[in-house]
């Protein structure tokens, strides 16, 4: 299980994840950040940090938001 970003960031970027997470999970996009799922720890700092509530643990994301649970990975194996 890993967090993921979802649509809310889009355009927003506000970046707090980015400052709190400890294992540099986190990427930055054109316009959202995303979570490379295989470095992401499931400390949940991100998610209390993102001022826009973008992020959730991959078992909580709502239905309408579930392609972002691939488009993280995806995204993030792309910077790496
Ligand atoms: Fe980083 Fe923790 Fe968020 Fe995973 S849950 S991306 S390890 S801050």
Same mark, same amino acid.
């Given at each position: 299980m890993a967090f993921v970003i979802t649509s809310p960031c889009h355009n927003e970027q506000a970046a707090e994840c980015v400052e709190v997470c400890p294992v540099d999970a986190i990427h930055e996009g054109d316009d959202m950040y995303f979570i490379d799922p295989d470095v !992401?720890?499931? !400390?949940?700092a991100c998610e209390t940090a993102c001022p826009v509530m973008a992020i959730f643990s991959e078992e909580e994301v709502p239905e309408e938001e579930q392609k972002y649970i691939q488009l993280n990975e995806e995204m993030a194996k792309s910077f790496t």
């Open positions: !992401c720890i499931d !400390c949940a």
